[in-house]
């Protein structure tokens, strides 16, 4: 088999399973050679030091938080605080941007960048608070039909006494809810950690997008260890074992696609990362902008519904 | 030497059992202790200080409906293994054993009943299958509930009782919160009740999940309601935890619950419940 025959071939088995293309953004930045490493390392089997750096890759201090894409792919940006009853949670942004001519209703976790603001963003741990104020704005835009993008970068949702009495679990259950009600084109991308309930309750879209290096669990590494092996520090063995990496993600259909990042990882270039993950963006929203409201709610519980469904 | 070691031996075979590890049958709180026909005849109540013991599913499920009515559904549906999990041992080896010592094929049971001849769709989940943990099985069979409920145009009656999802299943028992999310959301639609009742313990996805998303919701008393657990919670924030953390009188007092229902009230209530919606 040729090169060419095995690129196809390899390119069909994997967007077969996701029914979309792989390797979102790449059209846009036009690298053929990266198009092929990246083919090339997902030729061969993800090794579990590979699965390992992509959640080091995910957690890096310098990795693109939510607001340095939303500067870097939004035009007229207004952040929208507060979820009009007890708080505005810095771990959770809401705003409405212009992305690429239209107007779009933008939800993301967001970090800190300095110790200072690493607190007031709970480390990107939203509380209940955050994902009401997250409704809130859905809620805006599925009455003016503006579409949802959500970026999803937490650890997971915050695990505090006060966070409890405001009613964790409740929020991120409705927020999944109010997600599938929508009749907007949703899309969401995993741009960093994908942490467990926390990150899920801004990701019910219709189109669910990963980056390269981004990790998407039901638990952090370091849980799973404390509590399967008894010692948090066997987290690399707990992550080859519950496979959070974007491959094994596209592969089991949690993902719709791969959104490609710099070589090296988002951190080391912001601008071509956004670059990359706009055009990504753009293309997702462009395919969904056609389909009935109806259709669109109908399509997306059907995909979720389908989730772990045996043969 | 070995002497020694035979004597030690002697010792630990006499000596007590360590404190935490009391007889099933002995109530944590209290100390009582009941022969199995007695906490039967008490639905797994304390007599004495109103403990509520862990009740299995088709107790509950005996209990709840009219005699001979319940038919069950989907009971056919079981977790494979997508990952090829192993931790400390394979996945598979866990999901047998919990069959055997079990006799359930998963930690939920599904099926169709009357209670007092109300048609009524029921759920429920039985915490000694893996800690009720949420797989891709328990996931599928709580959405074919709802289907199955909407098919019928009758009630969905839920009894929640379970740690969260199932580690041993990845990103794929992630994606059960909102599988099981859009499941109720189709109840929902279609003008259907979903009754809830949380027993001890619904913490984690159970709770971010379907749990939450109930008409009306109820708990059994002590049961521990939380996202996160108060271990987890005072291990990463080292807060200091109120006396009642997680618990269902607390979570009744912050507004998540509409009442907290003794086991022995648990059915007249939900008879109570189908009457007004019937």
Not at chain 1, 255 to 284: C, F, M, W, Y
Not at chain 2, 20 to 25: A, E, F, L, Q, T
Request: hydrophobic share 40%.
């Amino acid at each position: 088999m040729s090169t060419n025959d095995e690129e196809v071939n390899l390119r069909q088995r994997l967007s077969g399973l996701s029914r979309l293309p792989l390797l979102r953004g790449v059209r846009v930045s036009g690298e053929a050679d990266r198009l092929e490493k990246q083919l090339e390392r997902l030729k061969t089997d993800t090794t579990d030091e590979e699965i390992w750096e992509s959640v080091e890759l995910a957690r890096h201090p310098e990795r693109p938080y939510t607001l340095d894409y939303v500067a870097r792919i939004l035009d007229d940006w207004v952040e929208l605080h507060g979820d009009r009853g007890r708080a505005d949670d810095g771990a959770l942004v809401t705003g409405v941007g212009r992305l690429d001519g239209r107007t779009i209703v933008l939800v993301g976790h967001q970090k800190g960048r300095d110790v200072k603001e690493r607190l007031d963003r709970q480390f990107g741990m939203a509380y209940p608070e955050g994902y009401v104020k997250a409704m809130r704005v859905m809620e805006i835009a599925e009455r003016f039909g503006f579409p949802v993008l959500s970026l999803v970068d937490t650890p997971g949702a915050y695990p505090g006494v006060a966070a409890e009495q405001h009613g964790q679990g409740g929020a991120i259950a409705r927020s999944q809810a109010a997600m599938s009600r929508l009749t907007v084109p949703t899309v969401a991308c995993i741009i960093g950690e994908g942490g467990s309930g926390g990150a899920v309750a801004i990701a019910v879209a219709d189109r669910v997008l990963m980056q390269e290096n981004a990790i998407y669990s039901v638990i952090t590494p370091e849980g799973c260890a404390a509590i399967l092996w008894r010692d948090a520090g066997e987290a690399k063995k707990a992550a080859a074992a519950f496979k959070p990496d974007a491959r094994h993600c596209l592969e089991l259909g949690v993902v719709d696609a791969i959104v490609a990042e710099p070589v090296g990882g988002a951190q080391t270039d912001h601008d071509q990362s956004a670059r990359l993950l706009k055009g990504a963006l753009v293309e997702s929203l462009e395919e969904l902008e056609d389909v009935p409201g109806d259709e669109l709610r109908r399509r997306r519980r059907a995909k979720f519904r389908g989730m772990g469904v045996f043969a | 030497m070995s002497e020694a070691r035979i004597d030690v031996q002697v010792e630990h075979r006499h000596a007590p059992a360590p404190a935490d590890k009391k007889h099933p049958n002995t109530c944590p709180k209290c100390g009582s202790h009941y022969r199995d026909d007695e906490l039967e005849q008490a639905l797994w109540v304390c007599s004495h200080c109103g403990h509520h013991f862990p009740m299995r599913a088709r107790a509950r499920i005996d209990w709840y409906t009219d005699e001979g009515s319940f038919s069950e559904d989907v009971a056919d549906i079981r977790s494979d293994d997508p990952l090829d999990f192993f931790d400390l041992r394979p996945y598979t080896e866990r999901l047998s054993e919990a069959e055997l010592n079990t006799g359930l094929g998963e930690a939920i049971v599904v099926g169709q009943a009357a209670m007092d001849g109300h048609a009524v769709q029921l759920a429920v989940m039985d915490f000694a299958f893996m800690g009720g943990s949420m797989g891709r099985a328990v996931g599928e069979k709580l959405s074919r509930a709802c289907d199955l409920a909407v098919e019928r145009s009758v009630p969905l009656v839920a009894v929640t009782s379970s740690g969260g999802a199932r580690m041993q299943e990845g990103i794929l028992s992630l994606m059960q919160l909102p599988k099981t999310v859009c499941a109720v959301e189709e109840l929902h639609d279609a003008r259907l009740p979903l009754f809830m009742v949380m027993a001890h313990p619904t913490t984690a996805g159970v709770l971010a999940s379907f749990a939450s998303l109930g008409d009306v919701t109820i708990a059994e008393p002590g049961a521990l309601i939380a996202f996160t657990g108060p271990r987890v919670v005072q291990q990463t924030t080292r807060e200091k935890l109120p006396d009642d953390f997680g618990l269902a009188e607390q979570n009744l007092r912050f507004g998540h619950l509409d009442a907290i229902v003794p086991r022995p009230e648990q059915r007249e209530y939900l008879l109570k419940l189908l009457r007004l919606w019937s």
